[in-house]
């Protein structure tokens, strides 16, 4: 989106766990639900602004849920936030009573098609969180944006790497070659898998005790298992980034599926808030999570970005949803292979939690037609985990074993096609 005072601030945000400690604060966040029936507009029917000049809370009541995209701007300094068409039957007066970081809020339609609340604020600001909570206990769905101050400094530095990443999406040959594409599948002999470690840049997903980051062990942790997969001279290897920099999950199925990945593994690590819960998981795509944990894990992975990760735009929508259907069941069929293989290999060096395999929906496994497996090689929040995350030795054993489990289910596709 452009306006004619200036380009949006985006950010696309982290997952946020129990117990996260948030080290880097957001610029962009948002959620996607269907837009509701003509007959059955949303109805914005209250708004308030509470906290201080710090960290200001704004709240919309709505009569459904709705999708919704967050974002800063500047000259002036404002939030804004795109909705779907709705209605809004606030009180006369609304928008005035604000406080905090907050000077007034204004809404109203952007066109036949959309809506927009406003936040006027007194000076630079990030967004901390942003959420929508659906209608429960006679409750309205509702609408949370979280803001916190912050220096202009700090706010020019993320609008001008957020403006290197749109640059960078319009030109996709002008990227750096860290993501470079592989030689097409017809041309190759030996299979390709692509490696994505979690989160990075200012984003530094889970926190542990020791305050170790997620982001670094599992960019560790990938760089070994690159090496051992190249070390055994059949396995090309493609990581979505080999330094700490951000991408957001549409770059990083994008990288998959550009690559035409034979399997794409991302690797990430968990916390909770109290428990002691530790171990390793291993995750294949569910559009159903198969328990409430998983579903509740796979939306604050999905709420790191809002745009879906299957494109057939040269398609109806039923040609669409059947190709998907299709690509899909067959990937997941290879997805799960894989995961019982990496769970036999890794269970003998580490530690699994009381349900190694699980199924969420995670967006990073929705590459259609990539085998993809989403691993949690612990929990930061344990003592044990962390110190074991941030071994060389753990590392590396836990590679080789996710190697051999690689080289074996290679093994096993070979020898299914062969006559």
């Known amino acids: ?21 948030l080290a880097g604060l957001f610029l962009l966040a948002g959620f996607r639900l269907p837009v509701a029936d003509a007959a059955d507009m949303p109805v914005a029917t209250a708004a308030r602004v509470a906290g201080d000049e710090t960290r200001t809370r704004f709240v919309a009541d709505l009569t459904v849920p709705v999708g919704y995209t967050v974002y800063v701007m500047a000259n002036p ?28 809020y204004r809404f109203g339609p952007v066109d036949d098609a959309h809506s927009r609340i406003v936040l006027d604020t007194d000076g630079p600001v990030l967004i901390d969180k942003a959420f929508l909570q659906k209608p429960k206990d006679g409750q309205p769905a509702r609408i949370v944006v979280d803001i916190v101050r912050t220096t202009q400094e700090t706010f020019d530095a993320q609008l001008a790497a957020e403006s290197d990443t749109e640059a960078a999406e319009a030109t996709p040959q ?12 017809a041309a190759r002999e030996r299979k390709l898998v692509v490696i994505d470690p979690g989160h990075g840049g200012i984003d530094p997903g889970a926190i542990g005790i ?5 982001k670094d062990v599992v ?32 770059e990083r199925v994008k990288v998959a599926r550009e690559n035409e990945a034979d399997l794409f593994i991302a690797i990430h690590a968990d916390t909770v808030r109290g428990g002691d819960a530790r171990g390793a998981t291993i995750y294949t795509l ?24 299957v494109d057939l735009e040269a398609e109806n929508q039923e040609v669409t949803d059947i190709l998907i259907d299709l690509a899909q069941r067959e990937s997941k069929t290879h997805s799960l292979v894989f995961a019982k293989k990496a769970v036999a290999e890794m269970a003998p ?52 074993a996710m190697g051999r489990a690689i080289e074996k289910y290679f093994a096993t596709q070979l020898a299914a096609k062969s006559p």
């Open 219 to 250: 960019l560790a942790f990938g760089l070994k298992l690159k090496s051992v997969l190249e070390a055994s001279g059949t396995i090309d290897v493609v990581m979505t980034r080999s330094d700490d920099r951000f991408l957001t999950l549409r």
């Open 77 to 104: 300094f404002r939030v804004m936030i795109d909705l779907p068409q709705v209605s809004f039957s606030l009180p006369e007066g609304a928008g005035e009573n604000t406080r905090g970081l907050v000077t007034r």
């Open 174 to 185: 002008d990227r750096p070659p860290d993501n470079s594409k592989a030689a097409p599948t």
């Open 1 to 21: 989106m452009t306006l004619a005072t200036a380009s949006p601030c985006r950010w696309a945000a982290a997952r946020l766990l129990p117990g996260l400690i």
């Open 286 to 309: 569910s559009e159903k999570a198969s328990d409430a944990e998983a579903e509740a894990l796979a939306h604050k992975e999905n709420r790191a970005d809002i745009i879906a990760g």
């Open 349 to 400: 060096v580490t530690a699994f939690t009381g349900k190694p395999m699980r199924s969420a929906g995670f967006m990073v496994l929705k590459a259609a037609d990539v085998p993809s497996v989403l691993i949690e090689l612990g929990f930061l929040s344990s003592r044990q985990d962390e110190s074991q995350l941030t071994s060389p030795e753990w590392q590396n054993k836990v590679a080789t």
């Open 210 to 214: 020791k305050k170790t980051k997620e």
